[in-house]
């Protein structure tokens, strides 16, 4: 039970330190002023998140480790964010695209697991649902600008939302941990949520003049561990300093 | 008002009600125009049997960077004022809302230029709809929304379109 929780917990903090590592390389860099802000923003929301996630799970674990130890500390393989967090910011539109399938499965989800048996997850959910909502409005009014915008912000926004689309399979995946979590009440079915995500996305789709992508496949595997080429570059930025100055304080 | 501050008005030791009014004075550190009672952040002040002092605060946002020396003032405070064995503990449930924010806290944060957050954060429309902010500086009814996110994780920026004066929104939560 515990090193199913351990690992459900992980993945989630993972997910979170990932996407807010990815989003706030745009601090400085954003298209304006007042984006630049927004992005740092949902980047903050996600690592004050995984903070408390990262702390759980390490009570969980119970082997001393602490949120900087499971953040920083670990090689690439024991990662287990989803495929799509890791994805580069190749332009605005690939963070915009990767920013609103993810909060609009988040959304649900944290809805879900506001039900949770598990205090400490309950207690985190209900937090990061009403930070959630605003991330899903603001990169869901993005979507719609840029779709239905220039010819150029139209081509580029189709390009992110299919080329972002095989990532997004993996977030309803169930395996032995999630299904062990389901059935001790832990967990949300993630699963169950599908209908809802794809609702949302053709929504906002429609509303941009946009046509919602198939997935040809869904690549995964970031659960396990097998990430894309993308996460080792990310993690040796965010690693650097406690490796080359370990135990090191701000 | 939450009923944990309530309580915290209440304590059964005249020590505690010392030191939560001490706590509860302590300004924000991004708006300082408020306290932190004001905002609803400090949720109880208790005092065990062997006289420790353990202040219970907590985040507006999960990533708010101003958690942590919140924490330290609250800390600081206490201790300057005699208190000795000092515990701060940061609580995530309930989650905190803007309804906790008190009507004087609100009057606040408008005098200094904040539109404070519309009521009854908890409902879906005050949440996703788009609902009316009132220009904190002339009071009109005719203002747009510049950006979701503004200068704290907690704020949104706002223009009025009566006196032309772009400002804080506390966002609802």
Redesign the interface.
């Known amino acids: 039970m515990s090193d199913d929780l351990f690992r459900y917990v992980l993945r989630l903090a993972d997910d979170h330190l990932i996407l807010?590592q990815r989003l706030g390389e745009w601090c400085g860099k954003a298209p304006s002023l007042?984006?630049d802000?927004?992005l740092?923003?949902?980047?903050?929301?996600?690592?004050?998140?995984a903070?408390?996630l990262f702390t759980y799970a390490g009570k969980v674990e119970g082997k001393g480790r602490d949120e900087d130890d499971l953040a920083f500390l670990r090689p690439e393989r024991e990662y287990c964010n989803a495929l799509l967090v890791e994805q580069p910011n190749r332009d605005f539109a690939w963070a915009i695209a990767r920013q609103f399938y993810f909060s609009a499965f988040m959304l649900p989800f944290w809805r879900a697991m506001g039900k949770s048996t598990d205090?400490?997850l309950?207690?985190?959910a209900?937090?990061?649902e009403?930070?959630v909502?605003?991330h899903l409005?603001?990169s869901a009014?993005w979507v719609i600008r840029l779709g239905d915008g220039t010819e150029e912000s139209r081509r580029r926004m189709i390009a992110a939302l299919e080329e972002l689309f095989i990532y997004t399979g993996e977030l309803f995946e169930m395996d032995d941990v999630a299904l062990a979590m389901v059935s001790e009440g832990v967990a949300v079915d993630a699963s169950e949520l599908r209908d809802e995500w794809r609702r949302t996305v053709d929504g906002v789709l429609s509303e941009a003049h946009l046509t919602a992508p198939e997935a040809a496949y869904d690549q995964t595997g970031g659960r396990e561990g097998r990430h894309t080429e993308h996460l080792g570059h990310l993690l040796s930025e965010l690693q650097y300093m406690q490796r080359a100055y370990p135990g090191l304080e701000w | 008002m939450g009923v944990v501050v309530s309580d915290a008005l209440n304590p059964s030791n005249v020590r505690a009600r010392r030191a939560w009014d001490i706590a509860a004075a302590v300004p924000d550190p991004e708006i300082p125009v408020v306290t932190l009672a004001d905002l609803g952040i400090l949720r109880s002040v208790e005092c065990d049997d062997n006289g420790a002092v353990i202040a219970k605060v907590t985040?507006t946002?999960?990533?708010?960077?101003a958690t942590q020396l919140i924490e330290q003032m609250v800390l600081e405070a206490l201790k300057r004022d005699g208190f000795e064995n000092v515990r701060v503990e940061s609580v995530?449930?309930?989650?905190?809302t803007t309804d906790w924010i008190t009507s004087e806290g609100r009057e606040k944060l408008r005098e200094f230029g904040i539109a404070p957050p519309v009521k009854a954060s908890n409902s879906i429309r005050a949440?996703?709809g788009e609902t009316a902010v009132n220009c904190p500086l002339c009071g009109s009814e005719d203002t747009e929304r510049?950006?979701?996110?503004?200068?704290t994780?907690c704020k949104a920026?706002y223009r009025c379109r009566t006196c032309l004066e772009p400002f804080d929104y506390f966002?609802c939560?």
């Open positions: 807010g007042e984006e802000l927004a740092a923003n949902i980047g903050l929301d996600c690592l004050g998140q903070r408390a205090d400490d309950r207690a985190i209900a937090k990061a009403k930070e909502a605003y409005r603001h009014e | 985040p946002y999960s990533g708010c960077p995530m449930s309930p989650a905190w949440l996703f510049i950006s979701e996110f503004g200068s994780p920026l966002k939560l």
